[in-house]
């Protein structure tokens, strides 16, 4: 999957940041039980999650804030 930029991200409205980071949030839970269970061939797809989910939060968090 390729890396998402952050305008993109900016674009999308509340409702749909908020379905996006859901979304993030399990499948970073799923690559994490994954690796766990030694599941996980792409090991860096775990850190692509952790800093698009940080992304995400980043765009939230500026729009409440103006």
Same mark, same amino acid.
């Given at each position: 999957?390729?890396?998402?930029?952050? @305008?993109?991200?900016?674009?999308?409205?509340? @409702? #749909?940041? +908020? +379905?996006?980071?859901?979304?993030? @949030?399990?499948?970073?839970?799923?690559?994490?039980?994954?690796?766990?269970? /030694?599941?996980?061939?792409? !090991?860096?797809?775990?850190?692509?999650?952790?800093? #698009?989910?940080?992304?995400?939060? !980043?765009?939230?968090?500026?729009?409440? +804030? /103006?």
């Amino acid at each position: 999957m390729s890396q998402v930029k952050f @305008k993109e991200i900016a674009e999308l409205t509340d @409702k #749909e940041l +908020n +379905n996006r980071l859901r979304d993030l @949030k399990q499948e970073a839970l799923n690559l994490r039980l994954q690796q766990a269970t /030694g599941q996980l061939e792409n !090991t860096a797809r775990r850190r692509s999650v952790r800093r #698009e989910i940080a992304r995400v939060q !980043t765009a939230i968090s500026q729009k409440s +804030n /103006g």
